[in-house]
């Protein structure tokens, strides 16, 4: 068994119950979360790994905020779950419908993921993500070396998505104070690199160890009970996940770092069995809170036209049909129209889901593969046969196994023309260029482009309720095509035509770290907006 320095762990001990009191936003969870993990004897320093594992517990319910409800409503549900053409509001919602669905972005949402991430970071450490990983760091040393690849593939994972929507982060250079006393950011491209080489590390750790027995993790893995295996797998799919981000902007990065996931030993997420998902319980489900119990969200109108036009028996899966409409009808919102009031509560409220949040899927890992395989990258096999795997690995995910081969060669079927019972003028015809026409069955003869918007199509499909990641899929490739706003709330700053590419820095950080995001802006190559686009986001 493996032994602490007593004296070291007890001044960190201190330090996070102190952190507890002044924790707020994502981290108020404390009770369930928590359990007050410091409050322990000296036996129990010394034994279970449970000083070093218990933060764990909360850099994974970090990963959305899901307690209480609305910090992931506005971390990402009023976020990236409207702006990927998920979902949408029934209602004006917040500042009278003027908010982020029509695209006047709300301070006070928008530095809710910032807040996840750092809590009130320069200020003073809390268990937000990145001072319990910089914490659990300073612990592991070489006598827990797995410990630390476990935490580097989470902080990994949640600062992809946090750079996924502000560009530069606090990353390499977090817990460094200048002698102006600001903190500086990394570029997009330095912290993408960045985490290759913190994922590079933990996977060299986990790589020997993926056919042990051992589960030191165990008690404090919420989402593979501890397996090595497991976690190597995950670390390699998001490896092949932020090099395919890179694609186009990096080429010659992406594939390194793609063929590296590939060929690793260790494997893939390639079955149901295989996904990673946190379980909350027994807290519900947030995503059943917001549609049932605030009635504050609904089945986006992208979906409903695309899942309607394809005849996609998981659309049952993942909504329920409109109370507006008698005979099973399905009916979407537009975002971003006029909402006087919360006329379009009675459309489609999405379906029941468990109380485990959906982090990556086998079946996204298989579209993930071919692109790989579409670029010509090394032990990717074929385009066709990983597209077919990852329609067959969605379908099987929610039970559908037997309607695959049926869905997979139906070549006529298109996105369906959108109809707004409640008002018109939200209308999308058959001809309008966002309108989707891209078919499902695999094409080989078709040229490249067309390929890419079909595997990319049924991967946001898959990747359902994750509208973060595939609001991000769609400002890299521009598919599935979404529709645009009807109303646009910012000044000028987002071109309707362009779509919203990312969010403004938060306020908490220009008063606080004023200097630090001054420079961070220049590294945006654009004005410190929604219309700036990413470092990966190449037109």
Same mark, same amino acid.
């Given at each position: 068994?493996?032994?602490? +320095?007593?004296? %070291? ?6 330090a996070g119950?102190s ?17 007050n993990?410091?409050?322990v ?8 790994f ?11 319910n970090?990963?959305?905020g ?5 910090v992931?409503?506005v971390?990402?549900?009023?976020e ?14 917040g ?7 029509t695209?006047?972005l709300i301070?006070g949402?928008?530095?809710v ?7 009130? %970071? ?7 993500v990145?001072?319990?990983?910089r914490?659990?760091e300073?612990l ?6 797995d ?22 982060i606090i990353?390499?250079?977090y ?5 102006d ?10 912290? %993408? ?6 994922l590079?590390?933990?996977?060299t ?8 027995a051992?589960?030191p993790?165990?008690?404090f ?5 501890g ?7 995950f ?12 694609a186009?902007?990096?080429?010659v ?11 690793n ?10 996904i ?11 995503y059943?809170? %917001? ?5 504050d ?10 899942l309607?036009g ?16 008698p005979?099973g009808?399905?009916k979407?919102i ?7 009031? +919360?006329?379009y ?8 889901m468990p109380?485990?949040?959906?982090l990556?899927?086998?079946a996204?890992?298989?579209?993930? +593969?071919a ?15 990983n ?12 039970e559908l ?13 298109k ?12 209308n ?13 069955r695999?094409e ?9 918007e079909r ?16 609001w991000?899929?769609?400002?890299r ?5 979404l ?18 590419r990312?969010?403004?820095?938060a306020?908490?950080?220009y008063?606080?770290?004023p ?25």
């Amino acid at each position: 068994m493996r032994t602490f +320095k007593l004296q %070291y762990i007890r001044n960190l001990a201190i330090a996070g119950i102190s952190a507890v009191v002044a924790l707020a936003g994502c981290t108020k969870d404390f009770e369930r979360i928590n359990t007050n993990p410091y409050g322990v004897s000296e036996d129990d320093l010394k034994t279970d790994f449970r000083l070093i594992g218990e933060p764990f517990k909360q850099i994974q319910n970090s990963i959305y905020g899901n307690s209480p409800g609305w910090v992931m409503q506005v971390q990402q549900n009023l976020e990236g779950d409207i702006w990927s053409g998920y979902m949408g509001v029934p209602g004006p919602f917040g500042n009278g419908g003027n908010n982020n669905s029509t695209y006047n972005l709300i301070d006070g949402w928008t530095v809710v993921m910032w807040g996840c991430a750092y809590g009130n %970071y320069p200020d003073a450490p809390n268990l937000s993500v990145m001072p319990v990983a910089r914490r659990i760091e300073q612990l592991a040393g070489e006598e827990f070396k797995d410990f630390k690849a476990w935490m580097q593939i989470l902080k990994v994972l949640v600062m992809q998505r946090v750079s996924d929507v502000y560009g530069p982060i606090i990353y390499t250079k977090y817990g460094v104070i200048n002698p102006d006393k600001s903190i500086d950011y990394d570029s997009q491209k330095d912290a %993408y690199y960045a985490f290759f080489k913190d994922l590079n590390d933990a996977i060299t750790v986990l790589t020997p160890l993926r056919n042990s027995a051992l589960k030191p993790f165990e008690k404090f893995d919420l989402t593979y009970d501890g397996s090595y295996g497991a976690w190597l797998k995950f670390a390699n799919s998001l490896r092949l996940r932020l090099a395919i981000r890179i694609a186009k902007v990096d080429p010659v990065k992406a594939k390194a770092e793609g063929e590296a996931a590939l060929s690793n030993p260790g494997g893939l997420l390639s079955t149901v069995a295989d996904i990673a998902a946190v379980n909350i319980a027994p807290t519900p489900n947030p995503y059943n809170t %917001y549609t049932s119990g605030y009635n504050d969200i609904r089945m986006g109108a992208p979906m409903e036209s695309i899942l309607t036009g394809y005849n996609d028996p998981r659309i049952a899966k993942y909504f329920d049909t409109a109370t507006a409409m008698p005979g099973g009808i399905y009916k979407g919102i537009r975002t971003g129209i006029a909402l006087p009031d +919360k006329i379009y509560a009675d459309y489609s409220k999405l379906a029941p889901m468990p109380s485990k949040m959906q982090l990556m899927t086998a079946a996204e890992v298989w579209f993930l +593969k071919a692109e790989a395989a579409l670029r010509g990258w090394a032990e990717a096999g074929t385009a066709k046969d990983n597209y077919e795997a990852g329609v067959r690995a969605s379908f099987a995910q929610y039970e559908l196994a037997s309607r695959a081969d049926a869905y997979l060669a139906n070549n006529t079927a298109k996105a369906a023309p959108y109809v707004d019972t409640k008002n018109p003028v939200n209308n999308v015809n058959a001809s309008d260029p966002t309108i989707s026409t891209v078919t499902i069955r695999w094409e080989e003869g078709d040229a490249f482009e067309r390929k890419l918007e079909r595997i990319i199509t049924q991967k946001w499909i898959s990747v359902f309720p994750d509208g973060q990641e595939a609001w991000s899929e769609f400002r890299r490739t521009g598919y599935p095509k979404l529709f645009k706003v009807v109303v646009n709330n910012s000044g000028g700053k987002i071109p309707t035509d362009l779509y919203i590419r990312r969010v403004n820095f938060a306020n908490t950080e220009y008063a606080s770290n004023p200097l630090g995001v001054q420079r961070a802006v220049t590294l945006l190559g654009g004005p410190d907006n929604g219309g700036t686009r990413l470092w990966w986001d190449k037109p």
